[in-house]
Structure formats: structure tokens, C-alpha cells
Nanobody, 122 residues
């Protein structure tokens, strides 16, 4: 079970930190990722991290503003978001990859959290 939290309403330029707790430890040897889906749009990759946190990858739209990390001792995935923009408004989902790498394809993920809403006001 993946439980995402930390979303909320923030003004443009603000920051939020999302967390995703893996209560069943399904991700210990797997890559993980954050995705988002805005109303009327397809789900898209935000950031991904490999099994031990040594490799990360980001969507171009969030590079330099968002940071993905994981604490394996806490079975928790994080997404630190700074300099938020209205176009970052979406439901954010965490997911566990099928393999150990940091991958960006949605089809490469097998377990999904329930999502947390992030709203950035202008």
C-alpha cells in the first residue's frame, strides 16, 4: 500500500514536500516515481529514482525546482517542490516500478498510491 500526503494549496513561488509511505515494503529493491495528472490531461512523469537513490531523472518542466529522494529506512519517497507555478496544479501520484531503475514510462510501474492534490494559486 502506498500512501501519499503533503499536498495542499500554495501560492505561486511557494514550496511543498510530498511524502509517500510504502507500508508493505514493496519498493525496497525497486525504482519509484512521482507522476501528476491535471484535469483533462494525461498522467505524466514528474520524477523518478532508482532503488538505492543514486540515480534520479526529472521532467524538463520541473528540473531545477523539484527534488525526488527516498529514505529506505522509513520506506518513504519524497518530492520536494519549490518555486511552484500554477501549471504545477494537479493530483500527484507515487508509484513503484517493476524494476530497480529510475524509469519514466507509466507502463513500467506496477503499484500506485491514491494521489494527493496540489493546487498553486496565481
Amino acid at each position: 500500500q502506498l500512501q501519499a500526503s503533503g499536498g495542499g494549496l500554495v501560492q505561486t513561488g511557494g514550496s511543498l514536500r510530498l511524502s509517500c509511505v510504502d507500508s508493505k515494503r514493496t519498493s525496497s529493491n525497486n525504482g519509484m516515481g512521482w507522476f501528476r495528472q491535471a484535469p483533462g490531461k494525461e498522467r505524466e512523469i514528474v520524477a523518478a529514482i532508482n532503488w538505492n537513490g543514486s540515480t534520479t531523472t526529472y521532467a524538463d518542466s520541473v528540473k531545477g525546482r523539484f527534488t525526488i529522494s527516498r529514505d529506505k529506512s522509513k520506506n518513504t519517497l519524497y518530492l520536494q517542490m519549490t518555486s511552484l507555478k500554477p501549471e504545477d496544479t494537479a493530483v500527484y501520484y507515487c508509484a513503484v516500478g517493476r524494476g530497480s531503475f529510475a524509469v519514466t514510462r507509466i507502463a513500467s510501474y506496477s503499484y500506485w498510491g491514491q494521489g494527493t492534490q496540489v493546487t498553486v494559486s496565481s
